[in-house]
């Protein structure tokens, strides 16, 4: 819990609140609208991935799990990009136990999984690479989804 915390208070200090206010518009994250009740710290993508480069061997599932419920967008990628760490591991070590937790983790968070650059960003590193040699059957089931997020991760 400790490494989570100050990984928080690290994103939480690169905030740029005039970034931010873009970014809220952009995702439309408005009443009624796609993105409604996400918060967004203003963090560019490349920031945020050094963090997540620098928490990830120190983070465990409860603690991602943390950051992926949080309404905080940047708190989400950060943890998907942790993942993405996760899986490379795994990979590089042919983990095929882990890859396969990683998979179904992210599966069972689609739900948190919810705007294009979230998908976009991580399902072909979690998603593609797991199942690039396995049945696909679950694509066709995340394409048939009413889930405009989990259509995505099928898609891409």
Aim: proline share 1%; charged share 35%.
């Amino acid at each position: 819990m400790f490494e989570l915390n100050k990984l928080k208070k690290e994103l939480n200090s690169l905030a740029n609140p005039k970034k931010a206010k873009i970014l809220q518009g952009f995702f439309k994250t408005c009443k009624g609208e796609y993105g409604e009740g996400d918060i967004f710290l203003g963090i560019v993508v490349p920031k945020q991935r050094l963090v997540a480069k620098k928490y990830s061997n120190n983070l465990n599932f409860n603690e991602i799990q943390d950051l992926l419920n949080s309404k905080k967008h940047e708190y989400r990628l950060v943890a998907l990009l942790t993942l993405i760490d996760k899986c490379k591991q795994a990979k590089k070590i042919k983990n095929e136990k882990e890859k396969k937790k990683i998979f179904n983790f992210y599966l069972s968070n689609t739900k948190n999984i919810n705007k294009w650059d979230l998908v976009d960003l991580s399902c072909r590193d979690i998603v593609g690479d797991f199942l690039l040699d396995k049945d696909k059957n679950i694509l066709y089931k995340l394409a048939k989804s009413n889930d405009l997020w989990e259509k995505r991760i099928a898609i891409i």
